[in-house]
């Protein structure tokens, strides 16, 4: 494994720009799973809305299919399975991932009209769609179900939505990687939420919704504790800093090929095209200030 990451160092000449790309891009998508437009679509197909949670394992694993609570654990990886199944596969007796997808996208249509007003249908838009795509179409699939799964979704017309679903494909194959490397530095799902909370990731409150019950969260801190990854407190020890810091060039390294395939020049454009839906989203006040999605964070040197 070490051989093959120091050969991807090799070979990208700024293997953190993967990184810099995800911060860039995810505030563009994040916005989905806490508008009022998607409340509305939800509520519409019978979804409670009192919360997200039962919507957003919906929205989110829809193109699996009518997946089982199991095979979306397995793919979510970090909530508890527990809480997978209070949503899922109940979520298809309420609509069938088919009207969840079409339902889907009124809701970013509906989303992205609101945030970027007239806007929606700018020239710039349409550009940054045909990149972001471009991209999405070259990030390989292989071993990576939620990836495919959006990979396999029909392009919409509409750049806006096109747009969005790319960085949905580009988000999940980011994903996807990120518990490869988990799943390669040995950290179950709620040992992978602690040792990020134990380097300042995010706080541990901003964790709940996971699902991991208070014993549980413990018994993972303390297997941590004997690998020598967290000490008596629960912060990372120097040892922990640098299994994370594993992971995140791990993954890094492992989210690089769809920027290659556009290249530096692609991929900065790609950026400067999406900073007005960066700077709406930031602003529209639908982003939480404490969140585990990387949103407002500075990406690290990789190391």
Not at 6 to 27: C, I, S
Not at 281 to 287: I, N
């Amino acid at each position: 494994m070490f051989d093959l990451v120091e050969e991807w160092t090799t070979m990208v000449a700024d293997p953190g720009f993967a990184r810099r790309m995800w911060h860039q891009l995810e505030p563009v998508h994040a916005p989905f799973w806490y508008a009022p437009e998607v409340f509305d679509e939800a509520a519409a197909l019978g979804f409670p809305v009192t919360t997200r949670w039962p919507s957003y394992f919906a929205w989110r694993s829809a193109p699996l299919g009518e997946a089982s609570a199991e095979l979306v654990a397995a793919t979510f990886y970090s909530f508890s399975p527990r809480t997978v199944a209070e949503h899922v596969p109940a979520a298809w007796t309420v609509a069938s991932p088919a009207k969840v997808l079409e339902a889907r996208l009124r809701a970013v249509d509906r989303m992205y009209r609101t945030l970027l007003g007239g806007d929606a249908g700018a020239p710039g838009v349409a550009e940054a769609a045909r990149l972001a795509r471009e991209a999405a179409e070259a990030a390989g699939i292989g071993g990576r179900p939620l990836a495919a799964a959006n990979a396999a979704l029909p392009w919409p017309d509409e750049p806006h939505l096109v747009l969005w679903q790319a960085i949905g494909v580009l988000r999940e194959h980011r994903g996807d990687g990120h518990i490869a490397a988990l799943v390669t530095c040995d950290l179950d799902p709620c040992e992978a939420l602690v040792s990020l909370a134990a380097v300042g990731g995010a706080p541990r409150e901003a964790f709940a919704a996971r699902g991991w019950t208070a014993q549980e969260w413990d018994a993972a801190r303390d297997r941590l504790a004997a690998r020598g990854l967290v000490g008596p407190d629960g912060t990372a020890t120097e040892q922990g800093h640098r299994l994370r810091d594993t992971v995140e060039r791990i993954t890094d390294d492992l989210a690089i090929e769809p920027w290659r395939a556009i290249g530096g020049d692609g991929a900065e454009r790609l950026a400067e095209l999406t900073t007005p839906l960066l700077v709406a989203a930031l602003e529209s006040g639908l982003l939480p200030a404490v969140n585990t999605l990387g949103i407002g964070k500075v990406a690290a040197p990789a190391r």
